[in-house]
């Protein structure tokens, strides 16, 4: 077994354990394994491995990368902060977005969403963490945002992501997690249909899953430490 192989093995052993105990079937959790930094053979490895649903944070990386494994059939989502500039890749390749914090970013999408392909599926980032992050939308900006992208048409609005400041104590993760549970219950109640709670990374998915999370993104517990050079580009 390749070390990425062993890898997912173990990551999908911690989903489905936190998944049973907090009472939930495993299979209400998706893997996406974020490949960013790193090169397609790496992601090949875990598609050798039955992984099918990769994230990416930068457009050209990503493109590139969905280009050399177009054979192999996988599932692509956008998961990093997006430019407006730079939405016509995204829509023409990505499966998934979810990362949109603004209406703008959002229209330009479903109008460059090609009519031959499916709609494209979002997630609204939600900032859960106050002054702590600059990324996301405010909780209470939620639903403005929400009826701006259902009444849009080539998208097809999923859910909401979020990302907890990363040093924060598992108390505190954890009460972010369930600020963004509660919002998507909100919705749900008036109408809404979201099936998608995209929170949890390799440090803290069993806190995510816990609070309810149907997706996790999972990068360096699968794929190993990225370089601090690597994440630097954009
Ligand atoms: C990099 C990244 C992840 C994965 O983080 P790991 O700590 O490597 O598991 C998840 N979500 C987003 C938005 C990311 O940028």
Known sequence: MTT???????????????AIAAGRRPDE????AVSKTWPAYCV???????QRLFGENYVQEGVAKIAELKARELEWHFIGPLQSNKTRPVAAHFDWVHSVDRAKLAERLSEQRDAGLAPLNLCIQVNVSGEASKSGVAPDEVRALAECIAALPRLRLRGLMAIPEPDGDEALLRSRFAVLRRLRDELNADGFALDTLSMGMSHDLELAIAEGATMVRVGAAIFGTRSVRAEGQT
């Open 44 to 50: 090949a490895a875990a598609a050798d491995a039955g």
């Open 29 to 32: 959790v998706l893997l996406l």
């Open 4 to 18: 990425i192989a062993a890898n997912l093995q173990a990551v999908r052993e911690r989903v489905a354990h936190a």
